[in-house]
C-alpha cells in the first residue's frame, strides 16, 4: 500500500516530512519524488542494517535511532513541526528475508529478532530466563493465543533439558502443539509476541503517537501502516480518542476534543496488491490530520 500510505499525507512539495520506519526505502523514496527542490525528509530506522538502503539527495537525513525519540532528534536538528509522519509498523522485508536475523518462521537462525542489533535483549533470553508465568503472559497478551499457558509449558519443560538458542531449535519445542494445517498460524503468533516484547513495540507506538500532535503543524497529516490488531488498535483509539484506554473528559454538553480528527476510513489492500504481495494481506492504513482551529 506504498501509494495509498504517502498518498494519505497530502504532500506539499515545499514541506518537510519524516518517515519514522525507514527499512528499505520505499516510502522515503516516493515521498521525495513528490518533494520540491526545498522540501525536506527525515528518516528514522534503529537497525543499522537500514542505513546501506539511505537515499543519496541532499533533501534527505536519515538518523539511525528509534522512532520512539522522534521529538528529540527532529529538534537535534532544527525542526521543531513538520508537515507530515508516516509509519509503516512491524518487520520490515529485509529483517523478515534475513535468516540469521530470527525474524521469519521460514529460516533457522539464531534466536535473535532485535531491530536495534546492539539492545541488550534478545528473543534468547526471553525464553530462555522468562518464568512460566511471565512467558505465558505475554503470549497471551501479544499473541493473543488462547492456548497461551501450552505454549509456555511447552518452552519450559523442553529447555530444562536442552537450551533454545535458534528458530529450529523454538520449533522443536513446541513440536507437540504442531498438528499440520494451522502451525504457521500458531508459530506466527509466538514469534510476533517473542519479537513485540523484546523490542518493546506496544511502548514505542504509544510514545511515539504521543508525541505526534506537538510535532505536526496545524492541517499536517499522520499515515499509518499497522499489521495486527495490537498496533492498529493503538492507532484508531488514539485518533478517535486521543487517549489508548478509557473515554477522554467531556465538557458540560457531552463533547470532547482530541489532538488528531481522522481523515477517511479504514484503508485495506486491493484485490491487485494481495496478488502481487501477499504479505500485505493483514495491513491496515489510518490517516489522521492535526486540526488548524
Not at 537525513?61 to 509522519?85: C, P
Not at 529478532?113 to 512467558?135: D, F, G, I, T
Amino acid at each position: 500500500m506504498l501509494q495509498e500510505t504517502v498518498a494519505g499525507l497530502a504532500i506539499d512539495p515545499q514541506g518537510t516530512y519524516v518517515d519514522v520506519t525507514f527499512g528499505g526505502g520505499g516510502h522515503s523514496a516516493e515521498i521525495l519524488r513528490q518533494l520540491g527542490p526545498k522540501g525536506k525528509l527525515f528518516a528514522f530506522d534503529q537497525d543499522t542494517d537500514a542505513l546501506a538502503n539511505a537515499l543519496a539527495d541532499d533533501r534527505f537525513t536519515l538518523i539511525n535511532e528509534n522512532f520512539r525519540y522522534i521529538k528529540q532528534f527532529l529538534r537535534f536538528h532544527g525542526q521543531k513541526q513538520v508537515h507530515g509522519i508516516l509509519a509503516d509498523f512491524g518487520v520490515s522485508s529485509h529483517q523478515f528475508d534475513e535468516g540469521a536475523r530470527g525474524f521469519s518462521t521460514r529460516f533457522d537462525g539464531d534466536l535473535d529478532m532485535r531491530m536495534n542489533q546492539s539492545a541488550a535483549l534478545s528473543a534468547k533470553e526471553v525464553v530462555a530466563s522468562y518464568s512460566h508465568e511471565a512467558l505465558s503472559d505475554l503470549f497471551f497478551q501479544y499473541g493473543e493465543l488462547r492456548n497461551a499457558r501450552a505454549v509456555a509449558t511447552a518452552i519450559v519443560q523442553y529447555r530444562e533439558t536442552q537450551a533454545i538458542e535458534t528458530t529450529a531449535q523454538l520449533k522443536e519445542s513446541l513440536s507437540g502443539l504442531l498438528h499440520g494445517f494451522r502451525d504457521h498460524k500458531l508459530l506466527a503468533q509466538i514469534y510476533q509476541a517473542i519479537r513485540i516484547e523484546v523490542n518493546q513495540e506496544i511502548q514505542v507506538i504509544k510514545e511515539f503517537l504521543e508525541q505526534v500532535p506537538d510535532l505536526l503543524l496545524p492541517g499536517g497529516r499522520l499515515s499509518v501502516l499497522s499489521y495486527h490488531s495490537l498496533e492498529d488498535r493503538l492507532v484508531k483509539r488514539f485518533i478517535r480518542a486521543g487517549q489508548f484506554e478509557g473515554e477522554p473528559e467531556k465538557d458540560m454538553f457531552g463533547r470532547f476534543e482530541v489532538p488528531l480528527k481522522k481523515v477517511g476510513g479504514l484503508q485495506t489492500p486491493s484485490k491487485e496488491e494481495l496478488a502481487a504481495n501477499t504479505r500485505s494481506r493483514s495491513a491496515k492504513l489510518r490517516v489522521a490530520e492535526k486540526p488548524s482551529y
